[in-house]
Structure formats: C-alpha cells, structure tokens
C-alpha cells in the first residue's frame, strides 16, 4: 500500500490525453483526487486503481 498525502507529486503508467504522466494529488479519501501538472485538469480515481498506476517511488517530489 502506497503512502499518499495532498501535495504529493506521481509519475503514473495512466497517461493523459494531453501527453502528461505527472500528477499532484489534492483529495484523498476512498477516491483519490489527482490533477495533471500538465493542463491543470482535475479527476478523482479510486484508491485501488490508483496504486496500480504509481510508477515513482513513494513521497516523489518532482522537480518541474
Ligand atoms: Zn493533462
């Protein structure tokens, strides 16, 4: 089970269609809330499949 808190940055397999793997995690709870650092847009996914998408290690705080 990965560690997640608000703030965190995560390199997901799951990219968006605007070309973007990065996100920033803003909610949590049973759905994890997640923006693209590329076009700002905001989606919630659930937890479950959250974890299965983290690439980056826990606590990854990109550079960008
Ligand atoms: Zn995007």
Redesign the pocket.
């Known amino acids: 089970m990965h560690y997640i808190e608000i703030g965190d940055k995560l390199i997901l397999r799951k990219q968006?269609?605007?070309?973007?793997k990065q996100w920033e995690v803003w909610k949590l709870g049973m759905d994890i809330g997640i923006r693209?650092l590329?076009?700002?847009?905001m989606i919630k996914i659930p937890r479950a499949k959250l974890e299965k998408y983290i690439v980056a290690p826990d606590r990854t705080r990109l550079a960008y």
């Open positions: 968006h269609p605007c070309g973007s693209c590329s076009c700002g847009r």
